[in-house]
Structures are given as structure tokens and as C-alpha cells.
């Protein structure tokens, strides 16, 4: 079982659409957790960090279940120019700060 | 410029010869990454350094090394290409744990390597 794990996708919605991804890990003294964005064949891009309590920046919005085990990115009004591929991150304390990432979830967002 | 940049940005090469591809950045951060991303597998962490006396292996380090010649530079070099080392390799920095608020990532634009 991989540490990090995405559902592979991909999620093809029109514009307009709300659309949630989740993301389950495994190691549960994990302590951070990112969203980043990767578009084709580019760099991927820090999106959100995730809180306990949860954040929201303008239409997405990001979610922390630490009793589960997951997080979860929601994205409202979606827009042509969200699709890309979205990476889940998890960071262990124990890897003194080194991350492990999920093979990210791809959204493609139709007119 | 951009704060992580990475050269070359493409590059063929043939099995068997020695290639650097080379890392330099401008954010002041302390820690940098080597990545490399295949389809389908995410990215996967080949070798960190925490500051320019600190080296450490990641998850894949087999068949590569790493030189950190100072705070901004951070180079990766495959001593003798092979075909299944054909991927995007991301560089990356950040400053300190990348963890709490705000912090995470800042990637290169990649290296794409090809290796015939």
C-alpha cells in the first residue's frame, strides 16, 4: 500500500461544477499536509496547506480528517483554467521534514 | 529570474555518458530537493540537503550523486546514464521543514531527460 494515495481521476466536469478530491495516508504521526497544483508538463505549484481546522481561499477549500486519515481538496464555480493535476503531500515529522507525494488526481474542466 | 532554475532544460544523451544537470536558486532557503516524476508514479525523492555541509539519499539515490557546492547550488549527476533514468527531474527548495503555515515547496522548471 502506498503512503500517500490518490484517486487517479480523471474527473471531467463543466464549468460551473463542484468537485471534492480526496486524499488518504497511512503513517498516522504525520504532520503536515499540502495541496499543490501541476499543469502539463510544468513545475508543480504550491495550491493550500491544510489545517486541523480546516482553510479556504476563494473557491477551493481544503480539509483535514486526521481520525481517518485523509484530506481533501473541494473546488467550487470550477473554471476552464483549473484543470490540471492536483498532488496531495504529506509530510512525516519522523523524515525530519521530507514529504512523500500522492501521483496526484487529473481535472479536466469542460465548457 | 525565477527563484529556482534549473539548466539544462531539455537534454538527450546516450547510455553510458556522465550528465549534470544543475540546480541554482534565489529564495535564501537552506534545504533543496532532487526529484524526478514519472508518468503514473508522482514524484519520488532521490536526494536532499538540509545546508551545503548536509547530504543525505532519498527513496531512489541508486545511480545518482549529488554536489552542494554552496547554499544556492545544488547539482545532480548521473555517473552513467541508463534508459529507465529517462524522466522530468525537479529540483526544489525550502526553508526549513516544509511544514505550518506558508510554507511547502518551490520547484524548478524541470529537466527533461532522455536517455537513448
Known amino acids: 500500500r502506498k503512503e500517500v494515495e490518490q484517486d487517479p481521476g480523471p474527473f471531467n466536469v463543466p464549468e460551473g461544477a463542484t468537485v471534492a478530491f480526496n486524499c488518504t495516508y497511512s503513517n498516522s504521526a504525520s504532520q503536515s499536509f499540502f495541496w499543490y497544483r501541476q499543469d502539463c508538463r510544468k513545475e508543480p505549484k504550491l495550491l493550500m496547506s491544510?489545517?486541523?481546522s480546516g482553510n479556504e481561499d476563494g473557491r477551493f477549500t481544503a480539509q483535514l480528517n486526521r481520525a481517518s486519515q485523509y484530506i481533501s481538496l473541494l473546488i467550487r464555480d470550477s473554471k476552464l483554467s483549473d484543470s490540471a493535476t492536483y498532488l496531495c503531500?504529506?509530510?512525516?515529522?519522523?523524515?525530519?521534514?521530507?514529504?512523500?507525494f500522492g501521483d496526484g488526481t487529473t481535472l479536466t474542466v469542460k465548457p | 529570474d525565477a527563484d529556482v532554475t534549473q539548466t539544462p532544460r531539455n537534454r538527450i544523451t546516450k547510455t553510458g555518458k556522465r550528465i549534470m544537470l544543475e540546480c541554482s536558486q534565489t529564495?535564501?532557503?537552506?534545504?533543496m530537493y532532487w526529484y524526478r516524476q514519472d508518468p503514473g508514479l508522482g514524484l519520488r525523492l532521490i536526494y536532499y540537503?538540509?545546508?551545503?555541509?548536509?547530504?543525505n539519499k532519498g527513496e531512489i539515490s541508486d545511480g545518482y550523486s549529488v554536489s552542494r557546492q554552496a547554499q544556492a547550488k545544488f547539482s545532480l549527476s548521473l555517473e552513467s546514464a541508463i534508459p529507465n533514468q529517462t524522466a522530468l527531474y525537479f529540483c526544489a527548495t525550502s526553508d526549513k521543514k516544509p511544514t505550518g503555515q506558508g510554507n511547502g515547496y518551490t520547484f524548478g522548471s524541470g529537466t527533461r531527460l532522455t536517455v537513448v
Open positions: 529564495k535564501g532557503h537552506d534545504r
Open positions: 491544510v489545517y486541523s
Open positions: 503531500v504529506v509530510t512525516f515529522n519522523t523524515n525530519a521534514g521530507k514529504s512523500t
Open positions: 540537503s538540509f545546508d551545503v555541509k548536509d547530504i
